[in-house]
């Protein structure tokens, strides 16, 4: 089992749309969370970190169950440009490592 | 630029030979961080350094993979004998932050190493 697991999708859907992706983790000793966003052939660029409180930064809204062991994103309105693969982030405090899922690709259509 | 620069940006080497891949981080940042990235896939770990420290190289998949750096700045990661399977993108990533840190910083990553093994 990966440490970390995504749907890989593709998620295909309308413009204006809501979708949400989740995200398991395996290591309960994980500390901090991030999305990062990649477009095709190009470098990951952080998206948002995820607080156990959650958080919103305008349409994305991230989410952390801790006791499930899981984060999500939510993307609200979504937009042409939106189109791309998000990857989940996970960094455990007991090494150096920070992990990453095999992402979800989104695909927004007009 | 200010940010993470990697050369060479494209690489095709025949089965078997050496190749060397260079990452030159964000002045100042203490981690670096190198993943190996397939079509399809997330990127992989590979290893970490803190300063001139390779502190984790746990995700080095074979001894033909080398990486170092000795002054704490520029990185290079090496490959040796290089097989079809080591065909993939090479990322470097670099970050203000201590990975060890609670709070993680942001990864800062240069466009990758596209490495085609023929």
């Known amino acids: 089992r990966k440490e970390v697991e995504q749907d890989p999708g593709p998620f295909n859907v309308p413009e204006g749309a809501t979708v949400a992706f989740n995200c398991t983790y395996s290591?309960?000793?994980?500390?901090?969370f991030f999305w990062y966003r990649q477009d095709c052939r190009k470098e990951p660029k952080l998206l948002m970190s995820?607080?156990?409180s959650g958080n919103e930064d305008g349409r994305f809204t991230a989410q952390l169950n801790r006791a499930s062991q899981y984060i999500s994103l939510l993307i609200r309105d979504s937009k042409l440009s939106d189109s791309a693969t998000y990857l989940c982030v996970v960094h455990y405090s007991s090494a150096s490592k920070i992990i990453f899922g095999s992402g979800t690709r989104l695909s927004i259509r007009p | 630029g200010a940010g993470v620069s990697q050369s060479p940006r494209y690489k095709v080497a025949k089965r078997g030979q050496d190749v060397a891949l260079r990452c030159d981080p964000i002045s100042g940042h203490v981690s670096l961080f190198w993943y190996q990235q397939a079509l399809g896939q997330g990127p992989e770990f590979l290893t970490y350094?803190?300063?001139?420290?390779?502190?984790?190289k746990s995700g080095l998949p074979s001894d033909r993979f080398f990486a170092e750096r000795p002054e704490g700045s520029v990185s290079t990661l090496k490959i040796q004998r290089t097989q079809q399977e080591d065909s993939a993108v090479y990322l470097c990533?670099?970050?203000?932050?201590?990975?060890?840190?609670?709070?993680?910083?942001?990864?800062?990553f240069g466009e990758g190493s596209r490495l085609t093994v023929l």
């Open positions: 350094f803190q300063n001139e420290a390779q502190l984790d």
């Open positions: 995820v607080y156990s």
């Open positions: 290591n309960s000793a994980s500390q901090s």
């Open positions: 990533a670099s970050s203000q932050s201590l990975a060890g840190q609670t709070n993680t910083g942001e990864l800062f």
